[in-house]
């Protein structure tokens, strides 16, 4: 074949800002009412919005809100479950004012809640004609407050409180007789995948609170997704033992009672009769789907394995889960028996062959004796190839979280790169999920240190195998991924440029200056403050700025509570003033992640442009320059 010779990032690519943005959608929790499968869709045209949608008998998706409203909660900042469907009335959290809506039989929707009150993750309780559901008090001074509350759907719709005490409440799940809630607690300083405690609420036969119990836990442990299957066992999943494993409430001792003794992460499961479940979960960087008999805990891996799955929810005759593959985003499958099938996609960019990069799987030494992972991205392009004697540079890109992680599901935006020539190292630095408690844990009170260490060491490694220009490479991440980004432009030089989305600088000011639900988070990354203030100012760009010589990219939504915009006010300002090649592009409108593809497309274009007066190569299209200022001209004197 002939290739034409370009310089590696001015290849030019049929994969475009516009045409990842432009008709980019993601299906999300997926629940199943009535034998009928439910989700919610964020819509590119929508603007980003988030619709519902349930699918007809012919798969094909059919939509129930409107495109100028969006199905989106607000609880935790990041949101829940956002609606649900109890016979013929849906109910769901509008997002501009987080009240809860009811549409009964295609009526106009009619508020339910008052102002100033976030719901999510509600739950019909029949029985007594009501919603349970987790809400977030926001009428009061200072931090709101989370409880677990009762609506009655009578025409008063007057609130119960049902449970209080514990900073964060999540997940509630009636039980098959109505005479039960199971749901989760925590408290400050952890996150949910700390320290939680699985809880039970026994009713009268009234509806009104007999009793709350706790179910026993020694130590530490993460609790999550408790589920009532249909002859009112509660099972749910912990890291007692390392790994988030699946379990069951004893009904004699009340005490947990390992179900499956395996050393997996369990995403997400659903009953599907006494006998058996489905589960999916994450081993070695893959997810699997599997039958797991609850009896005997002998589990069977169904087909092949996925780049993630989660979001299992059962039917009378068949189990629908959201699964994504190296070549296909997020899809809905379905399951029967034990065969699998795609019945969804949502619309995106069709990528072709020739120009998708394959992710490879690689582990890399790091720290002391200790490994980390990531997918490397090699460029993919079959119309082009590099220059003689030449490298490809290399994006290094940081998911957020911090204990999140990425995989190997198809990422438009990562093939924008590779197939213009650019190769990419998605790292999941020590405190990634997916890789047990103690992996996740190396991530605590080490933040700045460890993300920082092996987003460099892997640059290094694929360096020392020849396959990365070690002169020519970026960094880029988001809210704690842009925190990496700005760390080890500051304190490591091995990067010769970065990209920060609404990325922090400051570590003190926001551990005065967030939201609730991650006002304590620093505490455990890096530890208590104001005690700890060296260790704060130590590690927080800001303080080290002088240190940062490499050209950096801001991008900033200015509705962002999260990682408010004066983080990455501080960093421009403080570059300018250094005289360093930066640029601060802030989006009016935009929170904690970018949702208009106008603005998606804007960032990703701004970027392609940065890298390209970095590195020196002329992007390929028609590609607005961003405007790089090396200096702050109030500064300057003739």
Not at 248 to 258: A, F, H, I, M, N
Not at 332 to 347: A, R, T
Not at 354 to 379: C, D, H, K, M, R
Not at 574 to 591: M, P, R
Request: charged letters at 20%.
């Amino acid at each position: 074949m002939n290739y034409t010779t370009a310089a590696y990032g001015a290849w030019q690519s049929p994969i475009t800002a516009a045409s990842i943005f432009e008709a980019s959608d993601n299906v999300s929790y997926l629940s199943v009412e009535n034998n009928q499968l439910y989700f919610v869709e964020s819509k590119a045209s929508a603007n980003g919005k988030n619709v519902l949608f349930k699918l007809s008998p012919q798969n094909t998706a059919v939509q129930l809100t409107s495109n100028e409203e969006s199905v989106r909660s607000r609880v935790h900042e990041y949101g829940g479950r956002p609606y649900l469907v109890d016979g013929d009335d849906i109910y769901y959290s509008q997002f501009a004012d987080q009240k809860i809506y009811r549409i009964s039989q295609n009526s106009t929707p009619a508020a339910i809640t008052e102002q100033n009150l976030r719901y999510m993750e509600c739950i019909a309780d029949q029985k007594n004609n009501r919603l349970i559901c987790v809400r977030e008090d926001h009428r009061g001074i200072g931090e709101p407050i989370n409880t677990l509350v009762a609506i009655s759907l009578s025409d008063t719709n007057q609130e119960t409180l049902l449970f209080s005490g514990s900073d964060f409440v999540s997940a509630p799940h009636l039980s098959p007789d109505g005479n039960s809630v199971a749901f989760i607690t925590w408290s400050h300083p952890n996150m949910p995948w700390d320290d939680t405690q699985l809880r039970v609420i026994n009713f009268t036969e009234d509806g009104s609170v007999a009793n709350i119990v706790e179910v026993p836990q020694s130590g530490n442990v993460s609790i999550r997704l408790p589920h009532y299957s249909a002859d009112g066992t509660l099972y749910f999943v912990a890291d007692f033992e390392n790994w988030w494993t699946l379990y069951r409430v004893d009904t004699l001792s009340g005490k947990p009672q390992k179900v499956l003794d395996k050393e997996i992460e369990i995403n997400s499961y659903g009953i599907e009769d006494n006998n058996n479940g489905i589960i999916a979960y994450s081993k070695e960087g893959v997810d699997h789907i599997a039958r797991v008999n609850l009896a005997t805990a002998e589990m069977t891996n169904i087909g092949n394995t996925f780049s993630s799955a989660d979001s299992i929810s059962v039917a009378n005759d068949r189990v629908y889960f959201r699964a994504s593959t190296p070549s296909s985003g997020n899809a809905i499958y379905q399951l029967v028996d034990n065969s699998y099938e795609k019945i969804y996609q949502p619309s995106g960019p069709v990528i072709e062959k020739n120009f998708l990069s394959v992710p490879q799987p690689i582990e890399f030494p790091t720290g002391i004796n200790e490994i980390a992972y990531g997918f490397f991205y090699p460029p993919q392009n079959n119309d082009f190839t590099g220059a003689k004697d030449t490298l490809p540079p290399l994006i290094v890109k940081v998911h957020g979280g911090p204990v999140g992680a990425t995989d190997s599901s198809l990422n438009p935006g990562i093939q924008f790169w590779t197939s213009r020539g650019f190769a990419v190292f998605d790292v999941n630095h020590r405190g990634s999920t997916g890789y047990g408690r103690a992996f996740r844990k190396k991530l605590y009170p080490n933040w700045g240190l460890v993300d920082v260490e092996d987003a460099s060491n892997g640059v290094k490694w694929l360096a020392s195998e020849g396959f990365i220009d070690a002169d020519k490479v970026a960094i880029r991440g988001g809210s704690a991924g842009g925190y990496t980004t700005l760390a080890a432009l500051a304190f490591q030089n091995v990067f010769k440029a970065g990209t920060s989305y609404y990325g922090i600088s400051d570590l003190g000011v926001l551990a005065g200056d967030t939201h609730k639900f991650e006002s304590r988070y620093l505490d455990q990354l890096i530890g208590p403050y104001p005690e700890m203030k060296n260790i704060y100012d130590q590690r927080s760009p800001i303080n080290s700025v002088q240190n940062i010589t490499a050209p950096l990219l801001l991008l900033q939504g200015l509705d962002d509570k999260v990682v408010p915009p004066n983080q990455s006010e501080l960093i421009f300002n403080a570059l300018k003033e250094n005289c360093i090649d930066t640029a601060y592009i802030a989006f009016e409108g935009e929170g904690h992640g970018f949702r208009q593809p106008a603005n998606n497309i804007k960032a990703l274009n701004s970027e392609l442009s940065f890298y390209g007066q970095v590195f020196g190569f002329v992007a390929a299209g028609n590609i607005e320059a961003v405007q790089l200022i090396s200096c702050d001209s109030s500064k300057l004197v003739d």
